[in-house]
């Protein structure tokens, strides 16, 4: 039962697309990640999952439309739908997604991290 | 399928203590509420409730702490804790909770908002 600053959590670690947990209600988890670059297609069967820029501008490509999210905004993708963040300067994002969602949904990539840390 | 920019939303209501859905995800909503005053001391049986801070300072009075939050903090209060919302001057917050929790616990009370409405 403590308050969390997100501007410190997120000065704990360096790493791109590697989210780390920082809170958990409800079966969901709250998590910080810093992304920059392209990362993989990917879907999640069940969960739908959001996005909140906390700094920068994050590109959500889906198939059939491109959402472009600055600081102060949030997109949901919902289940199911294909999507590809990409960063062409460093972001800091905010997800709520359920606690047993995969992080590349069921592609394995380089860039799939098996256990989200809490910090 | 559309973004959300949390700021163009707040703009769009004044009233205080009757949160307003943005977005819902996983049996979750996304709610914005602005804030000044008291609240009533509840709980909610079987939900965690998250607090954000968008703009301001909040005190949530817990029976045996006091939590205070400044923008880009937030807090979980676990299920079955009774809190007590204060804001000494306007606060926006963002809520995530789930779908069917009651805005008031099982207290009714002149500030009680039986049904959220989308904005």
């Known amino acids: 039962m403590k308050k969390v ?3 410190e959590k997120l000065n704990l670690f360096d790493e791109y697309w590697s989210p780390k947990i920082v809170g958990e209600l409800n079966g969901q988890f709250i998590k910080l990640v810093k992304v920059k670059g392209e990362f993989v297609w ?3 069967k069940n969960e739908d999952e959001l996005f909140l820029v906390i700094k920068g501008k994050l590109i ?6 491109i959402i ?4 102060g905004e949030f997109f949901i993708v919902p289940k199911a739908t294909e999507h590809k963040p990409f960063a062409e300067e460093e972001v800091h994002l905010l997800l709520f997604e359920p606690k ?3 992080h ?3 592609i394995k990539h380089e860039l ?3 256990k989200p840390e809490w910090i």
Chains 1, 2 share one sequence.
């Open 42 to 44: 990917h879907d999640h």
């Open 112 to 114: 799939t991290k098996e």
């Open 104 to 106: 590349t949904g069921k």
């Open 60 to 65: 959500i490509k889906l198939r059939d439309k």
């Open 100 to 102: 047993d969602i995969e």
């Open 5 to 7: 600053n997100i501007n």
């Open 68 to 71: 472009e999210l600055n600081e």
